[in-house]
Nanobody, 124 residues
Framework: QVQLVESGGGLVQAGGSLRLSCAAS????????MGWFRQAPGKEREFVVG????????SYVDSVKGRFTISRDNAKNTVYLQMNSLKPEDTAVYYC?????????????????WGQGTQVTVSS
């Protein structure tokens, strides 16, 4: 059974930082591109960032470029999202996602699996 378990969400002031983690189990982690989506109240879930299976190719939504950084540790079956210079508009539930994808270049993510989500709240 595949599980993606997020951690690291919380409440932070604008300009602050948070680091999200997503621990994966039940799959061959290195065969999966990984990424993060978010859903704000009253809005649709949106793609935030993706990282290829080798950890080389990335894709970021424009609104987080230069502020968020995704990384992965295949030995630990974990993907991370470092979020800096947070803004109130980053407030959302953040979901970890996995797509079985061995293509070298990643442009977006079409998830096969989802985590349960972790709340990120940025106060002004």
């Amino acid at each position: 059974q595949v599980q993606l378990v997020e951690s690291g969400g919380g409440l932070v002031q604008a300009g602050g930082s948070l680091r999200l983690s997503c621990a994966a189990s039940g799959l061959t982690f290195s065969n999966y591109a990984m990424g993060w989506f978010r859903q704000a109240p009253g809005k649709e879930r949106e793609f935030v960032v993706g990282l290829s299976w080798k950890g080389i190719s990335t894709s970021y939504v424009d609104s987080v470029k230069g502020r968020f950084t995704i990384s992965r540790d295949n030995a630990k079956n974990t993907v991370y999202l470092q979020m800096n210079s947070l803004k109130p508009e980053d407030t959302a539930v953040y979901y970890c996602a996995a797509e079985r994808n061995l293509r070298p270049r990643l442009t977006t993510l079409l998830p096969d699996y989802w985590g349960q989500g972790t709340q990120v709240t940025v106060s002004s």
